[in-house]
């Protein structure tokens, strides 16, 4: 079993930044595809950049690219999205999600998933 948690979330006005975190827990596999998806009211849940144990980014959205910068720590099995000039639309709630393989095969390759943590973006 892997927890995973995300944190950083927040208010913010459009124009700022924010950091979000994802700490995962448990039994946790280093070489795993980890992504960050993200669902605002009304809508469904969209994948929004993933990245795989050796740092081999992908982003899902052309929205974000340019915007939004992907990592992770292996040895502190955390990853971050770094999400620059902000803009309303990304109002959602962020969720991250690992998978079993170190690769992405899509949502439902998807295996564990974090509670999420909601970003709201004032204009």
């Known amino acids: 079993q892997v927890e995973l948690e995300e944190s950083g979330g927040g208010l913010v006005q459009a124009g700022g930044s924010l950091r979000l975190s994802c700490a995962a827990s448990?039994?946790?596999?280093?070489?795993?595809?980890m992504g960050w998806f993200r669902q605002a009211p009304g809508k469904e849940r969209e994948f929004v950049a993933g990245?795989?144990?050796?740092?081999?980014?992908?982003y899902g959205l052309d929205s974000v690219k340019g915007r939004f910068t992907i990592s992770r720590d292996n040895a502190k099995n955390t990853m971050y999205l770094q999400m620059n000039s902000l803009k309303p639309e990304d109002t959602a709630v962020y969720y991250c999600?690992?998978?079993?393989?170190?690769?992405?095969?899509?949502?439902?390759?998807?295996?564990?998933w974090g509670k999420g943590t909601l970003v709201t973006v004032s204009s």
């Open positions: 999600a690992t998978a079993l393989s170190s690769y992405y095969a899509g949502e439902g390759g998807m295996h564990y």
């Open positions: 990245i795989s144990w050796t740092g081999g980014s992908t």
């Open positions: 448990g039994r946790t596999l280093s070489t795993s595809y």
